[in-house]
């Protein structure tokens, strides 16, 4: 089932609505439905995947090699080859949902149009139904030392990038 937002705001910013689709509980697919064959790349951008998956429903701490594994077909063991343990696969995941933010907020400052149309263009982007998921970042604090250091300053960068585009919006009235 797909739902519907209308997201707006009183501020003539939003007059216009932007319809997105987000996928219901009934679309969501792991990566074992996908072939488990490819490159060590592809296998590693879908442990991301379902690592994100389980990061975002049990947490870092309740999340389950076992689980994960089983998700993409493989032994638990088998996960070992990519990652040493579940702290670097959740600051693996982590720094990828930060570079996948960057990217799109990079992409959408690029975008010819008002501030509204580059805003626009980072929500599409973001809440694309096709995509992989990303981690949220909501346990920064599990992280010691340069990992979590590291993740704090990504994501402040990439705050500070978003608060352009929105002042940009401000400052062209749109």
């Not at 995947?49 to 089983?70: K, Q, V």
């Amino acid at each position: 089932m797909i739902y519907l937002v209308k997201l707006f705001d009183s501020h003539r910013w939003w007059r216009n609505l932007l319809s997105i689709q987000i996928p219901g509980p009934d679309m969501l697919h792991s990566a074992s439905e996908d072939a488990i064959a490819g490159a060590p790349e592809d296998r590693r951008s879908r442990l991301l995947e379902e690592a994100a998956r389980e990061f975002n429903a049990r947490g870092i701490a309740g999340a389950s090699f076992a689980r994960i594994a089983r998700r993409m077909g493989l032994t638990r063991a088998a996960l070992y080859y990519y990652v040493r343990d579940r702290d670097e696969l959740a600051e693996q995941c982590y720094r990828h949902t930060c570079e996948v933010m960057a990217a799109d907020l990079a992409a959408a400052s690029r975008a010819q149009g008002s501030g509204l149309e580059r805003i626009v263009d980072f929500l599409r982007r973001t809440l694309d139904t096709d995509r992989a998921p990303s981690a949220v970042l909501s346990e920064l604090d599990y992280f010691h030392g340069r990992a979590r250091q590291d993740m704090i300053a990504a994501h402040a960068a990439n705050v500070m990038v978003l608060r352009t585009l929105l002042r940009a919006g401000m400052s062209d009235g749109s």
